[in-house]
């Protein structure tokens, strides 16, 4: 079977359910598909963002009082917000506005904060938004709001649990697809890339605030659309089921169905909602007294989840079903992208002049001068620890010199970050590999052409994209291709071995389209062969007019392909100049005396 037949068959049986089943099951199926548009949100912002936040049931509270408030008091409002009250879909409008509104404030103060700041930052103001539920005067306190209309379909009141079935699944439907869809894309990449870590995706030209704001503001529009169903399906609000325990339940609901796959959602929604249910029958007769037993046994169940099956359910039941997944057809037709006029070769790409970097005492870098010019490969060596990596990371954004200026293509850039850089046409790789190992190759190489592509987060859900997308990918496998890893388009780029991972990396950096490479230690961990077909790729980019600065620790390969070496020592440079010079220079003979420095 396909997973296209498995999603007709779980249509299917979603769209007769129903009429098949006694009104109990509908109402419980109704609460799975409320919840699962709230973990759906959260699969994307914890699961494939690797933000925590337990105040999603804020939001959700949001969408259910605003449209209480508006669909019952529009009389007590002010006439500019009163009409929002005349229907439902009008104050739908209104929550998600406010939502919006609320979420990027929020998320203004709190993504900035890191580790367990955050989640402790989400906790605070879903505390403070639920206390604000039951204290402001007009939201009814704790006994809350009644009589909230029915939403009306086509004039048709949506008063019965098997109506609003319908429109609570065709919400979670659309959404599943949307999210699907986004993370499918350019955009998409941009949020998987968070997990890689914010240098990486900035070194690839990413806004890494951008796509963290983007994916909170996301989830909590979806969470505010839940509690706006639920609003209408219950008729009534009060602020408990918008506190923080719920909070921590929806991302126990994440985290069971498995957190980073969309589909999760449903079967977290779904196994957590029919288990507690049945807890909560089962257990008060086996044990013989009333209580919240369910909680107790929950709390079991997931940190043995958490032990044996880490990444949920749904990798579990995606390996149980017989289903054959196709790999992603690219389409090598599509139009090139737009290609960068590169700099005419000589000329000076990127000038270092003086930079120094200290760290409180130590200084790694110690008034540094490097030149690298279009056409040519420059060689940086030196003993580990001598500051070669750390210079890397002047010159190409990531960090900030102490003093000193970094021009790029004449632009200043000390300091300016790595995004910086890799507009002006910048790329590197890292020493240490910096790869999204559950992705495939083909996607990895395609965050390196993030800055070539324009589509946005609405374009991407609603797969407008498309056209786009096509060459994107056909840039990133050509550039697979290129560097030999054709083999590999589809595998997961943490199944590779780590020097075809170091390869990956340079096809990753070569889709940005760039003029100057910075390759950090490229040659470590390939054999005899995959080394000689490195060099051949660089000497090809360097006849293209690519400036290359490579830190290699491998002499025989650097003395072979280096225009220039320059040699660093204890954070200086102690000696520049060709091949045969440096070989024979006392200075650095002295400096590689002794400490040999293979890692
Ligand atoms: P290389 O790449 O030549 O092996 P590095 O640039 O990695 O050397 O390191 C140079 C020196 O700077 C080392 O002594 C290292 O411990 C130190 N160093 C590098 N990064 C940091 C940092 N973020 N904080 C403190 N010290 C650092
Ligand atoms: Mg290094």
Redesign the pocket.
């Given at each position: 079977m396909s997973p296209r037949h498995i999603l007709v068959v779980f249509l299917a049986l979603l769209a007769v359910a129903p009429l098949a089943l006694p009104p109990f099951y509908v109402t419980l199926l109704n609460y799975i598909g409320l919840y699962a548009l709230v973990a759906l949100g959260l699969v994307m912002l914890t699961g494939v963002g690797g933000l925590t936040s337990f105040g999603q049931a804020a939001f959700v509270g949001v969408g259910a009082y605003t449209t209480a408030v508006l669909t019952t008091r529009a009389d007590a409002l002010p006439a500019w917000l009163g009409w929002l009250g005349a229907s439902p879909w009008l104050a739908l409008l209104a929550g998600l506005a406010l939502t919006l509104a609320l979420a990027y404030l929020l998320g203004a103060i709190t993504l900035r904060l890191s580790g367990h700041f955050l989640p402790l930052g989400t906790i605070a103001w879903g505390l403070s938004l639920y206390y604000a539920f039951g204290s402001v005067e007009g939201l009814g306190g704790h006994t809350g709001i009644p009589d909230i209309p029915p939403i009306r379909v086509f004039g048709t009141p949506l008063t019965q649990g098997d109506h609003i079935y319908y429109l609570i699944w065709a919400f979670l439907l659309v959404a599943v697809w949307c999210t699907q869809n986004l993370l499918d894309s350019r955009e998409g990449r941009a949020i998987r890339a968070l997990k890689g870590g914010r240098v990486m995706a900035e070194s690839m030209g990413v806004d890494t605030a951008r796509s963290r704001m983007v994916i909170f503001v996301l989830a909590a529009l979806q969470a505010c659309a839940s509690g706006w169903l639920y609003a209408h399906m219950q008729r009534f609000v009060n602020p408990h089921p918008f506190g923080l325990q719920m909070g921590i339940e929806y991302l126990f609901m994440t985290v069971i169905g498995g957190a980073a796959q969309v589909w999760g959602a449903l079967v977290g929604a779904g196994v957590f909602t029919v288990l507690k249910q049945w807890l909560q029958d089962l257990l008060p007769g086996l044990l013989g007294q009333s209580g919240n037993f369910e909680i107790i046994v929950f709390g079991f169940g997931m940190v043995l989840l958490l032990h044996r099956a880490r990444r949920g359910l749904w990798p579990v039941l995606a390996r149980l079903a017989p289903v054959r997944r196709k790999p992603r057809q690219v389409d090598m037709q599509a139009e090139p992208l737009p290609r960068r006029t590169m700099p005419p070769r000589g000329e000076v790409v990127l000038k270092a002049v003086d930079v120094t970097r200290r760290?409180?005492g130590?200084v790694?870098n110690n008034a540094m001068n490097l030149e690298i010019r279009a056409g040519e490969i420059l060689a940086l060596i030196?003993?580990?620890?001598?500051?070669?990596?750390?210079?890397f990371n002047q010159i190409s954004g990531v960090d900030t010199p102490t003093s000193g200026r970094v021009a790029l293509l004449g632009h200043e850039v000390a300091g300016a970050g790595a995004r910086r850089c890799a507009r002006l046409g910048l790329s590197r790789t890292f020493?240490h590999v910096r790869l999204l190992g559950r992705m495939s190759v083909l996607e990895n190489v395609a965050i390196g052409a993030h800055l070539r592509g324009h589509r946005g987060v609405m374009a991407a859900s609603w797969r407008l994209d498309r056209a786009e997308e096509a060459r994107l990918l056909a840039e990133a496998a050509r550039q697979i291709e290129r560097v030999g890893l054709g083999g590999h388009l589809h595998d997961e780029a943490g199944s590779l071995a780590l020097g075809q991972q170091r390869i990956l990396e340079i096809a990753r950096a070569l889709a940005s389209d760039p003029c100057i490479l910075l390759l950090d230690e490229p040659a470590a961990g390939l054999r005899y062969q995959e080394k000689r077909e490195l060099g051949e790729l660089l000497r090809k980019l360097r006849a293209e007019g690519m400036a290359i600065l490579l830190?290699e620790h491998d002499m025989d390969f650097v003395m072979g392909m280096a225009d220039r070496v320059a040699v660093?020592d204890f954070?200086e440079k102690i000696a520049e100049g060709s091949p045969s010079e440096i070989q024979n220079n006392p200075a650095v003979l002295e400096a590689y005396l002794g400490g040999v420095d293979e890692e």
């Open positions: 760290f409180g130590l790694a030196g003993p580990n620890g001598a500051g070669k990596s750390t210079m020493q830190v660093m954070g």
